[in-house]
């Protein structure tokens, strides 16, 4: 069978069987299949209560009736549709790749696949498009035809990038005033930014459920030995002139590259932010099936139960 389709049946076969891993409770219109906050007819159990008048008599909860003197009903969490938003990353520096894609192409194709496992389940998608301030903003839609417009309006935003830096301070303040219903939020950038987004992210990250797709490129972390370069900084596009062939400047270079991901974890980790990391050196669809399984014994590790 040749490569391009059985790739393409791989994609299918996972877009049928997987599901996106939701730990928090955001569900909100009806006709999903995620978790809700509030409480109503499903078949997730949730508490007791006692019975009032007009409860429905089939939700009684007859154990522990038969243990008191007045009758409880059970509630459940109803199943429940959810926003999901993707705040994409457009500016300069995704113009950038050395292995089988562009960052702008990897960032697409993930935005697409996550999508697709979206709205198969009843939830509703939008898009926040920025790079210095935000440009478009995509409010959520359900069903394959609103999704399909959406990624074609992504593609188009990214053929024709503006020629400038980014901002991701100003997109995260700007999605929290934005964003009122609790909701998925998926960042898909290379954190090219200045300091200042840590706050804005922990803030976001209270009251929605909040993923880092971290855009990587191999070259980014590892220069080669290719004599002397002119290297361009892809923000601001000033240039240096570089001489890869000095061993200790190479060094040099993987051990900033090193500190600066490794802050970057951190500051992540104490905004209470997963973290997709995707690199332009292998398909995307594998590295979705990583993270998805690491998220899946995360969501089983938040739902198992107490026990004394």
């Known amino acids: 069978m040749p490569p391009d389709i059985a790739s393409g049946i791989a994609v299918d076969d996972l877009l049928r069987r997987a599901r996106w891993p939701v730990l928090r409770r955001l569900g909100f219109h009806p006709g999903g299949d995620e978790r809700s906050s509030f409480r109503g007819t499903g078949l997730e ?4 209560r006692e019975y009032q008048a007009g409860d429905d008599p089939r939700t009684i909860e007859w154990n522990i009736t038969a243990r008191s003197d007045r009758p409880y009903v059970r509630e459940s969490l109803p199943d429940r549709g959810l926003d999901a938003w993707l705040l994409m990353d457009v500016s300069r520096s995704l113009d950038w790749g050395t292995a089988r894609c562009l960052k702008r192409q990897l960032a697409l194709e993930f ?17 926040l498009l920025f790079d210095e301030r935000v440009r478009a903003i995509i409010p959520p839609s359900a069903g394959r035809t609103a999704f399909l417009r959406l990624i074609a309006r992504i593609e188009r935003a990214t053929e024709t990038p503006a020629e400038s830096s980014t901002d991701l301070a100003r997109a995260l303040t700007e999605a929290g005033r934005l964003i009122r219903r609790p909701s998925l939020i998926v960042i898909l950038s ?18 929605h459920e909040v993923i880092a797709a971290l855009i990587t490129d191999p070259r980014e972390h590892d220069i080669p030995d290719v004599g002397v370069v002119t290297f361009e900084d892809p923000e601001s596009g000033q240039q240096i002139l570089v001489d890869t062939g ?37 398909e995307v669809v594998p590295q979705l099936v990583a993270f998805i399984k690491q998220r899946e014994v995360q969501r089983g590790r938040w739902l198992a139960p107490v026990t004394a």
């Open 246 to 282: 000095s061993a200790a400047l190479r060094a040099r270079f993987q051990d900033a590259a090193d500190d600066q991901r490794e802050n970057l974890r951190d500051d992540l980790a104490r905004a209470r932010t997963a973290v997709a990391e995707l690199s332009t050196a292998a």
């Open 45 to 48: 159990y949730s508490d007791v």
């Open 111 to 127: 935005s697409a696949v996550v999508g697709q496992l979206l709205i198969g389940r009843g939830n509703r998608v939008g898009a």
């Open 190 to 207: 290379d954190f090219m930014t200045p300091a200042g987004w840590q706050q804005p992210l922990s803030a976001l990250a209270l009251r």
